[in-house]
């Protein structure tokens, strides 16, 4: 029996949940609590649906209109909403005002650390991409050289700017009324050096106090499965479905699990390393010193040795070349869908989720193999684990990662509106970032 989970000790394990009110966490709750909790379900509610009118808040969320009227006056006296008359207005009388985030002025430092480049993004609140900035990682790269990249990119968006910041001004578009809610990073666990070498390593506490060291804001870490299940779970193809499984693959393959709401983190929140789990006792080795493991099966790597590329050529031109009907790219890819199939019925018939969701490459192996992989899957899997399943592709597509970070780290602002950010988490300029 799986128990309900706890957030493990990293801080980093996202809790997916974005549907429903922050669980209260003292069991009289006074009116001050209350009111936290109401503001927080309040913003949830517009950050994960748009513009909503208070109305409808009124009626979703259960509370009175006078309530919802104090509240979203809060919000927006707080510079995190807006409220508009609606441009629309089709019943007479006074129409009810439309709540809308503010993701021009609230926003939160998303970044991903992937086997082959950097990214950041200044995401609003309300999950809008607003700017978007990117690196190679070359091989090799150091954490702290990672670090450093990234607070440059971050820098460079404070700027609005190009490549050199300007001197002097780092305000926002808006003139400099912005509030930044903290940062999260999404690691890939896996990365391999050219000679093979293979680093199993990820996310950890010393690499978000390095980011909030350099960028002068709260960070924290999380494993990229794990952020982009978090995603794919608020505004993306899982929505409201609490049982799910996510896989993120690129050179390796990993998990991020959702049980009854929760992620399952394991301890140190380093669950989910699905890509070792042996499928094949007579395979191949695998860089984590064992053999078999299932990411050399359905890895990047595997996908380029069946098609018979040279390293370094990008899975997507096989997975093309086997679209356009290249007959051993169209073999590789259905060689790869198989296995893939393979572990996802052994997953299923562990944790049986209503949803699994592929994402980074195996989103193309899907997308190219999907007969294949659920032929493989109803030959292999339990009918009681199969027969509701859906299999997906992620709605999200690269940037699941970066709103799952982005979401991470909006986490405080959404618990408690009112004081869940600014001051803990001053942005670039605040910071006094040069
Ligand atoms: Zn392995």
Redesign the pocket.
């Known amino acids: 029996m799986v128990t309900p989970l706890r957030r493990g000790p990293r801080r980093a394990g996202p809790e997916p949940g974005a549907e429903q009110p922050p669980a209260p966490p003292v069991p009289a709750a006074g009116q001050e609590e209350i009111r936290r909790q109401n503001l927080g379900a309040v913003l949830r509610y517009v950050h994960v649906h748009g513009p909503t009118s208070r109305a409808e808040l009124t009626s979703r969320l259960g509370l009175n209109r006078s309530t919802i009227r104090a509240l979203a006056a809060d919000l927006s006296a707080a510079g995190l909403v807006s409220e508009d008359v609606p441009t629309s207005g089709r019943r007479a009388g006074r129409p009810s005002l439309v709540v809308s985030p503010r993701s021009e002025r609230v926003y939160a430092n998303a970044l991903s650390i992937e086997p082959a480049r950097l990214r950041a993004a200044r995401v609003g609140l309300g999950g809008r991409i607003l700017d978007l900035r990117e690196a190679p990682r070359p091989r090799g790269m150091s954490p702290a050289e990672a670090v450093t990249e990234l607070a440059a990119l971050v820098r460079r968006m404070g700027t609005g700017g190009g490549d050199d910041p300007p001197a002097g001004d780092a305000r926002g578009a808006d003139g400099g009324d912005t509030l930044c809610a903290g940062g999260a990073v999404a690691v890939a666990d896996t990365t391999r050096d050219d000679d093979g070498t293979l680093h199993v390593g990820g996310a950890d506490d010393a690499l978000a106090a390095a980011l909030g060291a350099e960028l002068g804001a709260g960070f924290v870490a999380g494993d990229m499965a794990d952020i982009a299940a978090l995603a794919e779970h608020t505004r993306g193809v899982a929505a409201g479905i609490n049982d799910l499984v996510y896989l993120h693959g690129d050179t390796g393959v990993s998990a991020g699990i959702v049980t009854g709401g929760r992620l399952v983190t394991g301890h140190g929140g380093a669950s989910g390393k699905v ?2 789990m042996v499928v094949n006792p007579g395979g191949r080795g ?5 053999r078999g ?1 299932w ?2 099966e359905v890895g990047t790597q595997a996908l380029l040795r069946r098609a018979g590329a040279p390293a370094g050529t990008s899975p997507i031109a096989v997975l093309r070349a086997a679209a356009m009907g290249d007959a051993v790219a169209r073999e590789a890819l259905r060689a790869v869908a198989d296995w893939l199939g393979f572990g996802v019925a052994n997953l299923v018939n562990v944790f049986n989720p209503d949803i699994v969701v592929f994402g980074g490459t195996l989103r193309e192996v899907y997308a190219g193999g999907a007969r294949t992989v659920r032929r493989r899957l109803d030959t292999m899997a339990l009918p009681a684990s199969r027969e509701h399943l859906h299999l997906r592709a992620g709605a999200l597509g690269p940037d699941a990662a970066l709103i799952g970070a982005a979401e991470l780290a909006f986490g405080a602002l959404l618990s408690d509106p009112l004081n869940g950010t600014a001051a803990a988490h001053p942005g670039p300029r605040d910071a006094g970032l040069r």
């Open positions: 890509g070792h695998c860089g984590c010193g064992s493991c990411e050399t």
